[in-house]
């Protein structure tokens, strides 16, 4: 706002000329003029800051509540996409819910007594209709989009192949924005919704990859890097700083070192390959840290003030597993044995299986790639933690093994499926153990303690074994369950003293002790099992459940039926709990839609009263204005038109 | 005594009084002339007749006609006028800009900025979505074009008053030749200062003439005894007796536009300018536009930056087959044997004066090695500034530069040699090759190795040029994909097999963004950015991607997250903080600007006043006069026929 006032004529009693007048009276009508002229422009505009120098700070709030309201209206709009998506998921949830439900009530009704083969087979039809069905429904599409595939959202997700179901898709969760800072999942894949990919074949040993020049500095430490810096390098001489804040790799480190550093100190990797190491002409070297820093600690080098007798040989600097490894770095610079691994996945009308040659594969992503691409259906990756690889099965309804191609690289990686990681409804040929409400089995001790066992919430063998031993009845946990090595029995030993003989029984009119292989004469004071004889992995998935129902029903195997309801209970809970996701994550959404409508409307009120204009006050102002402007006016006419000349 | 002595005595009264009537027609005739200033006559009686024992009147005679003036409130008029002159420049100036900006409107940057990242989320929602990708290049042109239009009209607007600054220099030389004119005439006129302050008309014009100099530069202005007045500019003379010394401009480039500097013709020295409408072109071409031209640069340049830094780390929803780098190297990267590196990073450790950098982590290069590349400051007060290097020493680490930068050079300032437009530091960048029949994906990591080691020219290890880039992707990819560098040293990468695409990630070393290789925009600042033709032809090339999968919306998502990122002014400003203050130091510029200028034009009216109180013509006043003088006549004429009446009475009695 210019500072108003008007130029005037001074009180003190002087002449007063023409002009002087005149300059008077227009500036007075100009004055009014232009605050006039603002008036208008504020109420035709219905804005107060028709321009930002009106106010300044004005502006600035105003400019920060447009860009807030704007953001807010951005995640509204971001919202409302994501709604329609997870209300979509939500239905079409909720109708595979209905699928399983049916296919459950068959399920009941087939595994009786009274069903005959004619029945079971007509059964199978129907069942295999609601496989179609939940293809369908897995296969639903939302604005062209598939919305069960992960980032798949151009093609089908699931196709049916062999008699089983293929999942194309894959795990990943479209993040999007929902208010500041905060991003949710905006879509639900066909892993959470359906369980469509088999819980991993985990690599259970580290294979410690060793470093090279071209290990990237943000792999160590297991991925989580290293601190840029400044390290000093001294040899109980001199010392150097080097700046290693630019250095992406080993090999730059080591330059820098070699380069920036003391000539009497030289770096390299050191002999075991795992580290750096320092070599001092004077015997001495030492590292420390520069302003505080952390870069030589997590570089493994840094030392005493006084220093180290040379060679410093730095500590394992354990980098991530990455795609970009070679081969030849891993198992601490041993390598893998290059004969392979066979995998083999057996779908109901054909199996797939694949051997392949790990010779000649020059990095960790070489063999990653092939074992995607052999065409088993099978999904490899890095684990989280970068130690190893995992297997997955992407096929519902086959079931996944893997074995040694010759020689030893399945169990140098950690993949090979010992009977403790086998899933109990793998067992006995995919029939499982039968389990009761309560207790399951019953072990008599030689001392004639009974340790009745509730196997009910285990899902490994591990479980079952660890259920055994850590029975309240096993006192002193004196009966020992285990894994017989490289076998797939479980074996029991009985550590009690006593005249009684080890058996293990069913109860309950449960048939777990049987199912566990267990109910065999004991020799002396150990119970050796049967084989489990254990099948490979397979999903959890509804598709999973309703192929081997088909399956049992056509076999017309009532055994087999009856095992298929623990299925069916599983892929039942996974879509429930996938439902509840996805109704906890539409509250969510929802509370936020609130939230960010609600602040929007506070927005955009502190948005008015800074920026628009204010009707009332304007009016009145003008009022004003106009009134000063005509008396302005009047008087300039008065005085022009009077001199004393009229006069004389 | 005779009766003829008193006939004389009435005609020394109507003589007297008809020059009295005379000056107050001339004063009301000249009511509204500018400049003028009103006049009096001064009466005076006749050297009276001895009587011997008394005096006897012998009438009156006109004594002076002299002008009613201050001529301290005329310097303080002067001093009034330079500053109104400077400060209403500098308003205009500042006016028309926030004009430009057009804030507050729904046609103004932040209105686009707002809009560009609403489409980014909505693309990165929809990434598959072909129409919300074109919603988003057009979002993006608009963005770009209202950059592009602000920037224009700074540098039209910058034009424009050097055109004005030149319009101001020729008014000054018409200005300054008629003064010293005035001076020659009133110097002829007063006879030398002899008749000192008689020569009231041309007194008043060179007042005037005064005065309009002064709107343009300040001036202090020098009265000699023979009625001189010499003006001085600063220390030097522009008038001086009858002589003025004339002034030109000449031309330097100053950010791209050929500026105007007012200098004396005669010795080159420039003028030394402390207010007047020169002053406030020159400050309002120079400080203002150019400063917020710096900042809307600055934006420009790192919206650009910072968005192609994660876009060209995507993957489209189709991969590239063939793509070619928007910028060129400078001939003395390319070489690997020979050439320097794509980019050199220094720091200031002391400098001989403003265009010589003494660059200790620089010794050891080979004399001349950087010449023809470029400095580019990367922090500091030029930050963001180029300058050609003319000479390297590799003894001290001298780098000589063509011309000194604009601000003082500070010690600890980084600095890239480049030929670049955006810094590319020590990294790498990853390469994926897909092969479009099995969808299986190969990744390469391409080192961009700039840790200055060894010190070229030496051999392997060296730091990367354009060829030694070239080499290293032909080595590790497979022979269907090769680098080459095109005849205007730009890189090329292509695959000759049909199925064999590639996209890249992980770029540490921002050398595709640097180089324009898959980036969102191009352009170096706000003047020339642009989306990028590639991906304006082919929206499906937009990366919402970092998988090959449509449906991941990664990238898009790290894009949008930009919006609100820290990127400017070291990591404590947003895109939006940083526009926000451009904006609202506008704002207050401006408002801050028109208060002085109001208030000053307050002062000046109020001065100006204050002359029209002295020297204006008041009406009444002259018509009063007017009455008095014609009585006076009148009497006089009465007088005349008295006297007339006893020469007749005698004449009849003899």
Not at chain 1, 617 to 644: C, H, N
Not at chain 2, 28 to 36: Q, S
Not at chain 2, 310 to 322: A, K
Not at chain 2, 624 to 649: E, M, W
Request: hydrophobic share 40%; glycine share 8%.
């Amino acid at each position: 706002m210019a500072i108003s006032g008007t130029p005037f004529a001074s009180s003190v009693f002087s002449r007063v000329s023409g002009t002087l007048s005149r300059n008077v009276l227009l500036g007075n009508i100009s004055r009014a003029n232009d605050a006039i002229l603002l008036a208008q422009e504020q109420i035709s505009s219905n804005k107060r800051l028709v321009r930002p120098s009106i106010d300044p700070i004005g502006t600035n709030y105003a400019l920060d509540y447009e860009s807030r309201i704007s953001r807010n209206d951005q995640h509204l709009r971001n919202i409302s996409f994501m709604k329609g998506r997870m209300l979509m998921s939500d239905t079409q949830l909720g109708q595979a819910r209905q699928l399983v439900v049916t296919a459950k009530q068959i399920q009941l009704e087939m595994a009786q007594d009274t069903a005959d083969a004619q029945q079971r087979r007509l059964s199978a039809i129907e069942v295999d209709e609601l496989l179609g069905e939940a293809v369908n429904i897995a296969n639903t599409q939302y604005e062209d989009r598939y919305i069960f595939g992960g980032s798949l959202t151009s093609a089908k997700p699931f196709e049916v192949v062999s008699g089983a179901v293929v999942y194309n898709g894959d795990d990943m969760e479209m993040q999007c924005a929902t208010a500041n800072g905060l991003t949710v999942a905006g879509n639900m894949p066909g892993t959470t919704a359906f369980s469509a990919i088999s819980g991993e074949i985990a690599g259970n040993v580290d294979l410690n990859p060793d470093i090279s020049a071209a290990t990237k500095l943000a792999w160590l430490n297991r991925g989580a890097g290293i601190t840029p810096g400044l390290v000093s390098i001294g040899d109980g001489v001199s010392t150097a700083e080097v700046d290693l804040s630019g250095a992406e790799t080993i090999g730059d480190v080591i330059d820098l070192i070699n380069n920036n550093g003391l000539a009497a100190v030289t770096a390299a990797v050191n002999a075991a390959g795992d580290g750096l190491r320092l070599t001092s002409a004077s015997g001495t070297v030492i590292v420390q840290e520069v302003d505080g820093g952390q870069t030589a600690d997590d570089l493994g080098i840094l030392t005493p003030a006084a220093g180290v007798v040379s060679p410093l040989n730095g500590t394992d600097l354990d980098p991530a597993l990455r795609l970009e490894t070679p081969m030849a770095l891993l198992r601490a610079g041993a390598g893998l044995d290059a004969s392979g691994i066979t995998i083999t996945n057996a779908a109901p009308n054909a199996t797939y299986t694949a051997s392949l040659n790990f010779a000649g594969m020059a990095t960790v992503q070489d063999m990653i790639n092939a074992i995607n691409a052999s065409g088993t259906f099978v999904h490899a990756e890095l684990n989280d933690a970068g130690t190893g690889i995992n297997i997955k099965s992407r096929m519902s309804g086959a079931r996944l093994t893997l074995t040694e191609n010759g020689g030893n690289t399945l169990s140098q990686l950690g993949l090979q499926m010992t009977l403790d990681r086998v899933k109990i409804e793998d067992l006995n040929g995919g029939i499982g153990v039968t389990h009761v409400v309560g207790d399951d089995l019953r072990i008599t001790r030689q001392d004639g303690t009974a340790v009745d066992v509730d196997i009910s919430g285990a899902r490994t063998v591990a479980d079952i074994i660890a259920a055994i031993n850590n029975d309240s009845q096993n006192t002193g946990g004196l009966l020992v369950a285990s894994v017989v090595p490289g076998q797939n029995r479980i074996s029991l030993t009985d550590n009690s003293v006593g005249a009684g003989t080890l058996t293990a029984a069913n109860i309950n009119g449960a048939f777990a002790a049987s199912n566990l292989g267990l109910d065999v004469a004991a020799a002396g004071n150990t119970i050796t099992g049967n084989n489990l004889n254990p099948t490979g992995v397979e999903t959890e998935s509804v598709f999973t459940a309703l192929i081997d129902l088909k399956a049992a029903l056509l076999a017309n195997d009532r055994w087999a039926i009856s095992s298929v309801s623990a299925k069916l209970e599983y892929s039942d809970e996974a879509i429930l709990s996938a439902q509840g996701e996805a109704g906890a994550h539409s509250v969510r959404i929802e509370m936020t839609e609130t939230r960010v409508s609600d602040e929007n409307v506070q927005l955009q009120k502190l948005l008015g009263e800074v920026r628009d204009a204010d009707l009332v006050d304007l009016a009145t102002r003008i009022q004003l204005e106009q009134t000063v402007y005509e008396a302005a006016l009047a008087v300039a006419g008065k005085i022009m038109q009077t001199s004393l000349l009229n006069y004389l | 005594m005779t009766l003829f002595t008193s006939l004389n005595t009435a005609l020394s009264a109507l003589q007297s009084q008809m020059a009295a009537l005379q000056t107050t027609g001339h004063n009301i005739a000249n009511a509204n002339t500018p400049g003028y200033t009103r006049q009096r006559v001064d009466f005076e009686t006749m050297p009276p007749q001895d009587m011997v024992f008394a005096q006897l009147g012998k009438g009156v005679r006109v004594g002076r006609i002299s002008r009613i003036v201050d001529e301290v409130l005329n310097e303080h008029l002067r001093g009034g006028s330079s500053a109104l002159g400077n400060l209403q420049v500098r308003n205009q100036a500042l006016t028309r800009l926030e004009g430009f900006f057009n804030e507050l409107t729904d046609g103004d940057i932040s209105t686009a900025m707002d809009d560009f990242f609403n489409a980014m989320q909505d693309f990165s929602q929809n990434p598959q979505d072909t129409s919300v990708r074109t919603a988003l290049i057009n979002q993006g042109k608009i963005l770009a074009d209202g950059f592009n239009f602000l920037s224009e009209k700074i540098h039209v607007g910058r034009e424009q008053i050097d055109q004005e600054v030149k319009g101001a220099v020729g008014d000054i030389n018409q200005i300054t030749k008629e003064i010293a004119e005035l001076n020659r005439s009133i110097t002829g006129a007063e006879n030398g200062g002899y008749d000192h302050d008689t020569a009231n008309d041309l007194r008043d014009r060179r007042d005037l003439l005064l005065n309009q100099l002064s709107e343009m530069v300040q001036v202090k202005v020098i009265e000699t005894s023979t009625g001189c007045a010499n003006v001085l500019v600063g220390s030097n003379y522009i008038v001086f007796d009858n002589t003025a010394y004339e002034v030109k401009t000449t031309d330097k480039v100053n950010n791209g536009v050929l500026v105007s500097t007012p200098e004396f013709t005669a010795t080159g020295i420039n003028l030394e300018l402390r207010a007047g409408k020169l002053k406030g072109l020159i400050d309002s071409r120079d400080d203002v536009l150019q400063g917020y031209s710096n900042d809307l640069n600055t934006l420009a340049r790192s919206i650009a930056f910072e968005l192609n830094k994660v876009h060209s780390g995507g993957v489209g929803l189709q991969r590239l087959s063939s793509i070619e780098s928007v910028y060129a190297v400078s001939r003395e990267s390319v070489s690997s044997t020979t050439g320097a590196p794509i980019a050199t990073q220094g720091r200031v450790s002391n400098f001989v004066d403003s265009n010589t950098i003494i660059d200790s982590s620089l010794v050891g290069y080979a004399n001349d090695f950087f010449e023809g590349l470029e400095v580019m400051m990367t922090s500091g007060a030029n930050a963001g500034q180029r300058r050609r290097i003319v000479d390297f020493g590799g003894t001290l680490g001298a780098v000589g530069l063509d011309k000194p930068f604009d601000k003082p050079i500070g010690i600890g300032d980084t600095y890239q040699i480049t030929s670049l437009y955006y810094p590319v530091k020590n990294g790498s960048f990853n390469i994926n090759l897909t092969n479009e029949l099995t969808g299986q994906a190969t990744t390469y990591n391409i080192s961009i190795d700039l840790d200055k080691i060894p010190i070229p020219p030496a051999g392997p290890g060296r730091d990367s040029t354009l060829e030694s880039i070239r080499d290293e992707i032909n080595a590790e990819l497979p022979p269907q994909v090769r680098a080459s560098i095109t005849s205007t040293n730009r890189l090329k990468i292509e695959s000759s097999a049909p199925n064999l695409t590639f996209s890249f990630s992980d770029d540490t070393s921002d050398f595709l963004a640097s180089m324009g290789i898959n980036t969102f925009f191009t352009g170096t600042d706000a003047s020339d950015m642009a989306v990028n033709e590639l991906i304006s032809n082919s929206p499906r090339l937009l990366t919402a991607a970092r998988s090959n999968n449509p449906g991941d919306n990664t990238n898009a998502q790290a894009m949008a997250d930009l919006r609100t990122a820290m990127t400017l002014e070291n990591g404590t400003a947003s895109f939006e903080d940083f526009y926000q203050g451009i904006v609202g130091t506008l704002a207050a510029d401006v408002a801050e600007s028109s208060d002085r200028y109001e208030t000053q034009k307050l002062i000046s009216s109020q001065l100006e006043n204050e002359r029209e109180r002295i020297s204006g013509v008041s009406i009444d006043e002259e018509a009063t006069n007017l009455i008095t003088y014609q009585r006076a006549y009148q009497a006089a004429a009465k007088f005349a026929s008295v006297i007339d009446q006893l020469l007749q009475t005698i004449i009849m009695q003899m």
